[in-house]
């Protein structure tokens, strides 16, 4: 059984252009979480999703940022106009679903930098 | 500011000795906590977890203790090796928001 995927794995972007980060959840998983962390510190959540419907996206900057998580396909979290600031490793996580306290499998991380 | 927090950012043990790794929290309607190993370039992997109706739960190898009334949590590691050199983090839910609220994390290096 494949664990949670991520790419690209690294991704190099110039600032102002756009970051697009993949995540396919486990099989069988229908909740999807992105976290972001910067080095030498832990995971800051930034939006949870199901199935086409944003549950919770407390986490995500007001501009530029947005999540997806179409009925057939990865979630895509995009990031428009790319700033240094942005650079970052990203992380996927995955649960089977809500309700309960489901443990939230993670993908290895999307590491951008922004030029 | 973050809830959970760590008393130590590394811990160095010997080799087959055992870790402590410490968490303390300052949310008192968190109620599910976990540990997470991360290795360098890797995302976080699963440990144990624990939830607020319970003091001690045991993996292999691992221990997690949950002190509800100094708001801590420890996890244990038995007979360290060196595949257990990573960074830990502790992260807790509120009240199933499934919004996980990680520590900064405690590297932890294993001498030979």
Known sequence: NAGVMQNPRHLVRRRGQEARLRCSPMKGHSHVYWYRQLPEEGLKFMVYLQKENIIDESGMPKERFSAEFPKEGPSILRIQQVVRGDSAAYFCASSPRQGGRETQYFGPGTRLLVL | ?112
């Open chain 2, 1 to 112: 500011g973050e809830s959970v927090g760590l008393h130590l950012p590394t811990l160095s043990v010997q080799e087959g000795d055992n870790s402590i790794i410490n968490c303390a929290y300052s949310n008192s309607a968190s109620d599910y906590f976990i540990w997470y190993k991360q290795e360098s370039g890797k995302g976080p992997q699963f440990i144990i977890d624990i939830r607020s109706n319970m003091d001690k739960r045991q993996g292999q190898r691992v221990t997690v203790l949950l002190n509800k009334t100094v708001k801590h949590l420890s996890l244990q590691i038995a007979a360290t090796q060196p595949g257990d050199s990573a960074v830990y983090f502790c992260a807790e839910d509120i009240q199933g928001a499934q919004k996980l609220v990680f520590g900064q994390g405690t590297r932890l290096t294993i001498n030979p």
